[in-house]
Nanobody
Framework: QVQLVESGGGLVQPGGSLRLSCVAS????????MGWYRQAPGKQRELVAA???????EYAESVKGRFTISRDNAKNTVYLQMNSVKPEDTAVYYC??????????WGQGTQVTVSS
């Protein structure tokens, strides 16, 4: 069973930065597509950013130019660098692991609150 542990969430002021990390275990990390999703109160979970095993990335329009997803296969870790954050970025952020030809796995989530 794949295990995902997120960290790095917290309270940040508008315009500030935050870096989320997600460490995966019990999986061959380098072959997995990885992603970050978020869910704000009363809203559906949505894709924030994703990265393939080959390093190709995609982003939600709302975060393009502000957020960067990256991965370190040696550390079994995917990151989300969040810059110029806005109050509307407030949400629980979830890490998602998609192994080839397998079900997806989710982390437990980490809260990000953008407020002054």
């Amino acid at each position: 069973q794949v295990q995902l542990v997120e960290s790095g969430g917290g309270l940040v002021q508008p315009g500030g930065s935050l870096r989320l990390s997600c460490v995966a275990s019990k999986t061959r990390f380098s072959i997995n597509a990885m992603g970050w999703y978020r869910q704000a109160p009363g809203k559906q979970r949505e894709l924030v950013a994703a990265i393939t095993s080959g390093g190709s990335t995609e982003y939600a329009e709302s975060v393009k130019g502000r957020f960067t997803i990256s991965r370190d296969n040696a550390k079994n870790t995917v990151y989300l660098q969040m810059n110029s954050v806005k109050p509307e970025d407030t949400a629980v952020y979830y890490c998602r692991c998609q192994p080839p030809l397998s079900t997806a796995y989710w982390g437990q989530g980490t809260q990000v609150t953008v407020s002054s």
